[in-house]
């Protein structure tokens, strides 16, 4: 078992280029979470995903779009990205919606130039 | 708006005392409380949690403690061991599956 794993790790980035990052997990979890880290401010909740074929937004889904493509997979995409959009990416999976332990991927880090 | 603060951003003890770590919440939603724990460059870890129906539970040396009148919940560590030393997240949740994070505290045990 892998567990959530993250793709890339590290990626630079100048303003208005676009990326995805990558997430998966193998632990048939239903919902999947992105989030950034950012000092000072903990982890803040961009999008998550309830479901296979749900999306919603977090606390700070600006800037940012989904995918959740399978019950395993979880993209994030920035389109244009901005200096703001420096930080640790990390992404997550629950198996219920209410109850239980998120499992944590070991983070993005992302610098935007 | 900060759901969920840890007003304390770093705590030092000495090894084998009792390390307490705090957080406030202000959703009233919210019905389930996590900690956990991060070391440098890998994602957080699961360390206790807690249903607000229960105003304890322990874990081995954890011990999370809910006070539902006061939105207040904290971890307690006994006895604090150097290998405890890493960033400490409080999470909170309800059933809108969103759950918000603190700051963290960076908690440092010293041989």
């Known amino acids: 078992n892998a567990g959530v794993t993250q793709t890339p790790k590290f990626q630079v980035l100048k303003t208005g280029q676009s990326m995805t990052l990558q997430c998966a997990q193998d632990m048939n979890h239903n919902s999947m979470y992105w989030y950034r880290q950012d000092p000072g401010m903990g982890l803040r909740l961009i999008y998550y995903s309830a479901s296979e074929g749900t999306t919603d937004k977090g606390e700070v889904p600006n800037g940012y779009n989904v995918s959740r493509l399978n019950k395993r997979e979880f993209s994030l995409r920035l389109e244009s990205a901005a200096p703001s959009q420096t930080s640790v990416y990390f992404c997550?999976?629950?198996?219920?919606?209410?109850?239980?332990?998120?499992?944590f991927g070991p983070g993005t880090r992302l610098l935007v130039l | 708006d900060q759901q969920v603060k840890q007003n304390s951003p770093s705590l030092s003890v000495q090894e084998g005392r009792i390390s307490i770590l705090n957080c406030d919440y202000t959703?009233?939603?919210?019905?389930?409380f996590l900690w956990y724990k991060k070391y440098p460059a890998e994602g957080p870890t699961f360390l206790i949690s807690i249903s607000s129906i229960k105003d304890k539970n322990e874990d081995g040396r954890f011990t999370v403690f809910l006070n539902k009148s006061a939105k207040h919940l904290s971890l307690h560590i006994v006895p604090s061991q150097p290998g405890d030393s890493a960033v400490y997240f409080c999470?909170?949740?309800?059933?809108?599956?969103?759950?918000?994070f603190g700051a963290g505290t960076r908690l440092t045990v010293k041989p």
């Open positions: 997550a999976s629950r198996q219920d919606t209410t109850w239980g332990t998120q499992y």
């Open positions: 999470a909170a949740s309800g059933n809108n599956n969103d759950m918000r």
């Open positions: 959703n009233s939603m919210f019905d389930y």
